[in-house]
């Protein structure tokens, strides 16, 4: 009856040792998607940056070039 018993125990930890192992890799995919996540943000708010600089300098220099069409002789 020992034997049986012990089997049944050994059982039950394997088992919880699997839902232990299973929320820690619950916890390693939700920090791998938080980094992807934040990385996203990250290079939305550059691409958003760097569209608006490039934008701004192209209307300027769209007008200098407009202002400027009187002087250019060919």
Do not use: P, W
């Amino acid at each position: 009856m020992k034997c049986m018993e012990h089997d049944e125990h050994d059982i039950l930890m394997t088992g919880e040792k699997r839902q232990e192992g299973s929320r820690i890799m619950e916890q390693k995919v939700y920090n791998v998607m938080k980094g992807a996540g934040a990385a996203n943000i990250a290079v939305g708010v550059i691409s958003i940056v760097v569209g608006m600089a490039t934008g701004i300098l192209l209307i300027v220099t769209g007008a200098k070039l407009i202002a400027g069409k009187s002087k250019i002789l060919f």
